[in-house]
């Protein structure tokens, strides 16, 4: 019998009792008790939710059962505090760098830790800068310190900036998606740390797509801040296991003071750790955290992914950012909705606005036809790269040749098509062009893929899927 069911049926006894007795005062018994009986009522049809359960859309509340336990590495601060004590730290953080519902500064505020610098990417500190936005450095008035911008004309901290800071902490989570300009900051945090003989303390957080991979891998010469290392679209590693292969594999160069020659390669191991540096790489782990997790964010990582479905379509549908198509900024779901004013007017029909986060977006105000696949993947059950969205809208657009964003450049090589950087080859174009089908391209993938593969299961923190 439900619960429910249990409380009705005492209060039928209860009426019966106090209609017979006819006292005052038991009536008033009587009252109490139904008073207490209703909040007994209520806190068992409504269970309380966590913090991630109540920022979520409905469409992702079944996934909680999944998520809900686990804990990135900030909320370790038992391992981290220790190492910071005394310490005066420079803090690489955005808005999703947060313990429960307490931002990651105010959290080492409040436990006596000197944080005299803050760094931050894409998007800027509070995470309300449009993508591609350059924004300027400035003093956060909320906590009085310091904010070096990391994004636009300047990626990585200077000695300048590092000059007053004994020791450096990576906090920001990311979303698996090579193009994602997060992983690309990390990369120049970490050069820095080497350059500067700081340690490095990353603060892992989950893959909210870390339970697959695929994609192209990335060859060399289409790297840019987009995509700078060979690995696929959707590469399945946290932002620590991330850093861990980048060290790992060498895969960075830096300006080494200490060597005539200017840049050398990382050596062997973790970092370059010897006696004449204090450049170390520690990473502070997820607890309850798998890549078979579906792991729900508690705050959006950028204006343009507002919930989990986005994050999930994400890897497929940027592609179409080097396209002359929208995809989807300056609607209510970008990169789920896509479309173009010379795509057939019997498709769905959607007209980008000025919008938070995308003030000036692709086709503003012009009636665009095509797609609105929102909440399709809501539940994170696809997990390949989907092309078929793209192939159909290259096929139905009149004007081919005006598909792929052209350079401004004249005589352009294939490394200026932003869809070729967004790709990380010209192959890819090249096999839409050609009409091949999903599966053709998917195979032309597969060689480089497995060895990447090889490669990551090298790095893995946790249980693989």
Request: aromatic letters at 12%; charged letters at 20%.
């Amino acid at each position: 019998m439900r619960r429910q069911d249990k409380c009705i049926i005492v209060y039928a006894q209860l009426f019966l009792i106090n209609f017979r007795v006819h006292k005052f005062y038991r009536m008033k018994k009587f009252l109490l008790i139904i008073f207490l009986l209703d909040i007994l009522l209520i806190a068992n049809a409504q269970p309380k939710q966590t913090l991630s359960q109540r920022a979520l859309p409905k469409t992702n509340r079944n996934q909680q059962q999944t998520s809900n336990h686990i804990l990135p590495g900030a909320y370790q601060t038992a391992e981290y505090i220790p190492l910071l004590k005394g310490k005066r730290v420079g803090v690489f953080a955005n808005q999703t760098s947060v313990v429960g519902n307490t931002h990651l500064v105010d959290s080492l505020k409040k436990l006596h830790v000197n944080v005299v610098k803050i760094f931050s990417p894409e998007h800027g500190f509070r995470g309300n800068a449009d993508a591609g936005a350059n924004v300027k450095s400035y003093v956060d008035s909320a906590t009085g310190i310091p904010v070096i911008s990391l994004y636009g004309s300047k990626v990585k901290p200077s000695g300048a900036d590092l000059n007053d800071v004994d020791v450096l902490l990576f906090d920001v989570q990311d979303v698996g998606v090579r193009f994602y300009t997060y992983i690309s900051s990390l990369q120049y945090f970490i050069q820095s740390a080497i350059e500067n003989n700081l340690p490095l303390i990353i603060l892992d957080r989950p893959n909210p797509n870390g339970f697959y991979v695929d994609g192209p891998v990335l060859d060399t010469a289409f790297s840019s801040f987009v995509g700078m290392q060979p690995v696929p679209i959707v590469y399945g590693m946290t932002i620590g296991e991330y850093a861990k292969m980048l060290l790992g594999e060498k895969l960075l160069t830096w300006k080494d003071e200490r060597k005539q020659d200017g840049n050398v390669s990382l050596g062997k191991g973790s970092g370059f750790e010897d006696e004449h540096t204090n450049f170390k790489l520690i990473v502070i782990k997820c607890k309850n955290y798998t890549h078979k997790s579906r792991y729900i964010l508690p705050v959006k990582p950028s204006p343009n992914l507002p919930g989990m479905s986005a994050i999930y379509s994400y890897p497929s549908t940027c592609l179409f950012e080097g396209t002359v198509l929208s995809e989807g900024r300056g609607t209510e779901h970008p990169f789920e909705i896509f479309g173009h004013p010379d795509l057939p007017d019997t498709l769905f029909s959607f007209t980008p606005r000025s919008t938070a986060g995308a003030a000036d977006p692709k086709l503003k105000d012009q009636k665009c036809y095509g797609w609105n696949i929102y909440g399709t993947d809501s539940n994170g059950t696809i997990t390949e790269l989907q092309l078929k969205w793209l192939l159909l809208a290259y096929k139905l657009f009149p004007d081919k040749e005006k598909f792929f964003i052209h350079p401004k450049k004249f005589n352009s090589n294939p490394q200026d098509f932003y869809f070729n950087k967004l790709a990380g080859n010209s192959e890819l174009m090249q096999q839409i062009i050609e009409k091949k089908s999903e599966a053709e391209i998917r195979a032309s993938w597969q060689p480089k893929l497995e060895e990447f593969k090889k490669i990551r299961m090298k790095y893995l923190l946790y249980e693989d899927f």
